[in-house]
C-alpha cells in the first residue's frame, strides 16, 4: 500500500502532498498513519464538489463522520438545497463549518448558524433576522451578502441589547456597489474609536465630556492613564493626558475646547482643529471642574496636574483657580509665562502642600526667597537666579531638583558637592542646575577635595564622572553619578546595592582605601623619621594589595 501510494506521489507545494489518485480506503489509511505519529489538536477535510462525483463526495462525507475533525469545507460548484439540507443535519454543531460553494437563494436551514464557526462565501440567502438567532459562535464570516448599512446597524442595536453573549468575531461584506456609510452603522449607538496613532482615549475623553451614559460606562471599564494636567489659558484652554513613560511625542494627548452654536463647551482634539477655529475665550470656572471631575471618575490616574498661564489670566483668575485647585486631588501645580511677584509667590508656597511637585517657568525676582522653596516634593525652577548655594544645603530627601538659570560659578558646585558628600542624611535622588551665563566649566575647580572617577567614554553631550560620599551614615543613596557639559551639572545619587553603580561604588571605596593607606604611610615617614619599620611594611603590604585590587577592578576609568 504504501509503495502503491509513493508511486503516484506526484508534488509538494507550500507543504500540501498531491497525489494523481487515492481511493478511499487509501485515502483513510494516510490519516490513521499520521493520527498515530502526530499529536495534532485539529483535523479539517475539504471536499471539492465540483471535482468529486455526487456518489463518492457522500462516501468520503459517510466515512469522515465517522472520525473526529474540527472543521468540515466545501469548495467549488453548486450545492443544492438538498444536498446542503442534508449535510447540514448530520454536521455536528460542535465542528466549524465551510462552504464556499454557492448556495441558492432561496435555502434556508435551522441550523445554519448554530455551528461552532460558520464561514459562507454565498450569503446573500440570509436575512438579517438569521443572525439575531446566533449564540456563543466562535466566528462568522459572510463574504456575499444582501445587507446594507442600515441592516449592519440593527444588528449592532440587537447585539447591544442582547442578554447573551451571540459570538466572538463577525465578518460581513455589504452588498455589492453599497458604500460603507460610518454614521449610519453606529446610529444610536455610543462608539471608541480605536486610531492606530495611539489617540483611543482622546476619543474616550470627547465622548466622556459629552454623554453621561457613556461616561457611567467608561466608569466600570477602569481604563488607566498616568496622568491628566489641565492648561488653563485665555486663549487655548488643553485637557493634556499623559499615556506612557517619558517625554516622547505620542506619549502626551491634548483635548483643546471650542464653543458650540448653543454656547456649550465642545471638546476637539488638535487634529481637528481648522485655520481658524471658534475657541472660547476662558473656561468657566464650574465648567472646568465638571470636566475634572468626570475625568478622574474614568480614568485610574496616579497623577493630577494643573498648569496656570500666568500672562494669560488676571490676577484674580489666577487666584481664584488656585483656591479651587487646592480642593482638589493635586501632585503638580505649574505656572508658566510672565512674571510673579514676591507677594503671589509666597502666598503660593504658603497655601501648597509639601507633597506637591512645583513647577515655576515664569520670571521670579532675584530677591526672592522663601522657607518651603525647597521643601516640596520635586522643584523645577527656570529663574533660580534669586537662589544662593547655601539654600541648597537645606534640601533633605528630594526626589529630583531643576534650577535651569542660575548665578552660580564652578567653586559653588564645588561647595554643593562637599556639603553633599558630608551631609549625615540623603539631600536629592537628582539636582539639575546651569551655571551663570557665561560661565563654563572647570572640573578642576568643581572637583576640588573631592576624590572622582571618570568614565573613559564620554557621552556626546555630557563628560560622566562618579564620586563616593565619605559620610555613610544614615545614607541610603551614596554613590554620585555626574554628567557635566560646557555650562550645566546633573547629578545623580544612586543606591550602589540597587541601582547599577555596583562597580563604580567598589572602585572609589578602594581609591578612597588606598589613600587613606598612603596618607598613613606618609605621617608615619614624616614623625617617626625612620622608626617603626615593621609598622610601615605592613602598611606598604596593605597598599600593594589595595592597589592589585583596583586594578584587577579598574578596565574602564581613569582616577
Known amino acids: 500500500m504504501a509503495q502503491s501510494i509513493h508511486c503516484r506521489y506526484q508534488k509538494e507545494i507550500d507543504d500540501d502532498m498531491y497525489f494523481t489518485y487515492v481511493s478511499l480506503e487509501e485515502m483513510f489509511s494516510i490519516y490513521s498513519s499520521l493520527s498515530q505519529l502526530f499529536s495534532c489538536p485539529f483535523h479539517n477535510w475539504i471536499l471539492r ?27 467549488g460548484g453548486e450545492m443544492s438545497n438538498k444536498s446542503l439540507a442534508k449535510l447540514m443535519d448530520k454536521i455536528p454543531e460542535n465542528a466549524s463549518f465551510v462552504i464556499d460553494s454557492d448556495i441558492s437563494l432561496d435555502y434556508s436551514h435551522a441550523k445554519a448558524l448554530k455551528f461552532r464557526s460558520v464561514e459562507y462565501e454565498e450569503a446573500r440567502w440570509l436575512k438579517l433576522e438569521n443572525l439575531f438567532s446566533i449564540r456563543n459562535s466562535f466566528i462568522s ?40 456609510d460610518e454614521q449610519e452603522l453606529i446610529k444610536n449607538l455610543i462608539v471608541i474609536y480605536h486610531n492606530t496613532d495611539g489617540y483611543t482615549r482622546i476619543f474616550i475623553i470627547k465622548l466622556a465630556l ?16 498616568l496622568g491628566i494636567c489641565f492648561v488653563l489659558t485665555k486663549e487655548h484652554p488643553e485637557v493634556v493626558t499623559q499615556t506612557c513613560y517619558g517625554y516622547e511625542d505620542d506619549g502626551f494627548l491634548s483635548v483643546m475646547f471650542e464653543t458650540t452654536e448653543d454656547n456649550k463647551i465642545k471638546p476637539i482634539t488638535l487634529e481637528e482643529l481648522d485655520e481658524e477655529p471658534s475657541r472660547i475665550p476662558r473656561v468657566p470656572l464650574e465648567e472646568l471642574f465638571s ?4 475625568l478622574t471618575r474614568i480614568f485610574l490616574c496616579p497623577s493630577h496636574g494643573w498648569e496656570l498661564q500666568l500672562d494669560q489670566l488676571e490676577l484674580s483668575e489666577f487666584r481664584e483657580y488656585t483656591e479651587r485647585i487646592l480642593t ?9 509665562g510672565g512674571s510673579i511677584t514676591n507677594e503671589l509667590l509666597a502666598e503660593l508656597m504658603d497655601k501648597l502642600p509639601e507633597n506637591v511637585e512645583l513647577e515655576i517657568y515664569s520670571d521670579i525676582p532675584l530677591d526672592y526667597s522663601h522657607a518651603k522653596a525647597l521643601k516640596f516634593r520635586s522643584v523645577d525652577y527656570l529663574k533660580a537666579g534669586w537662589l544662593k548655594i547655601e539654600d541648597l544645603f537645606s534640601i533633605r530627601n528630594m526626589p529630583r531638583i531643576k534650577l535651569r ?21 540623603d539631600m536629592m535622588k537628582f539636582i539639575e542646575f546651569g551655571l551663570k551665563q557665561g560661565v563654563e566649566t572647570n572640573k578642576q575647580e568643581i572637583f576640588k577635595n573631592l576624590t572622582v572617577i571618570s568614565q573613559h567614554r564620554p557621552t556626546y553631550f555630557y563628560d560622566i564622572f562618579y564620586v563616593k560620599a565619605r559620610n555613610m551614615e544614615n545614607r541610603k543613596f551614596v554613590v ?18 540597587n541601582e547599577d553603580v555596583s562597580n563604580e561604588y567598589s572602585i572609589l571605596e578602594l581609591v578612597h582605601q588606598k589613600r587613606d593607606c598612603e596618607e598613613k604611610i606618609r605621617k608615619m615617614e614624616k614623625e617617626f623619621q625612620g622608626l617603626g619599620d615593621a609598622e610601615k611594611r605592613k602598611l606598604r603590604s596593605e597598599l600593594e594589595e589595595l592597589e592589585a585590587k583596583l586594578s584587577a577592578l579598574n578596565h574602564n576609568y581613569t582616577i
Not at 462516501?59 to 468540515?72: A, K, P, Q, S, V
Not at 554620585?480 to 546595592?497: M, N, Q, R, V
Request: glycine content about 2%.
Open 480 to 497: 554620585g553619578k555626574l554628567l557635566i557639559s560646557t555650562t550645566e551639572i546633573k547629578l545623580s545619587a544612586c543606591d550602589p546595592f
Open 210 to 225: 459629552s454623554d453621561f451614559k457613556m461616561e457611567l460606562w467608561l466608569q466600570h471599564q477602569k481604563y488607566k492613564i
Open 405 to 425: 538659570l542660575t548665578n552660580f560659578n564652578c567653586r559653588d558646585v564645588n561647595k554643593f558637592l562637599l556639603y553633599w558628600s558630608d551631609c549625615d542624611k
Open 328 to 336: 482638589s486631588e493635586i501632585h503638580e501645580f505649574t505656572v508658566r
Open 291 to 294: 470636566i475634572y471631575s468626570r
Open 49 to 75: 464538489l465540483d471535482e468529486l462525483k455526487f456518489k463518492l463526495f457522500w462516501e468520503y462525507t459517510e466515512r469522515i463522520l465517522t472520525l473526529e475533525f474540527n472543521r468540515f469545507t466545501v469548495r
Open 141 to 180: 464570516k459572510f463574504w456575499k451578502t444582501n445587507f446594507d448599512c442600515s441592516d449592519v446597524n440593527k444588528f449592532l442595536n440587537y447585539w447591544s441589547d442582547c442578554d447573551k453573549d451571540m459570538m466572538e468575531e463577525l465578518t460581513i461584506t455589504l452588498k455589492e456597489g453599497t458604500q460603507i
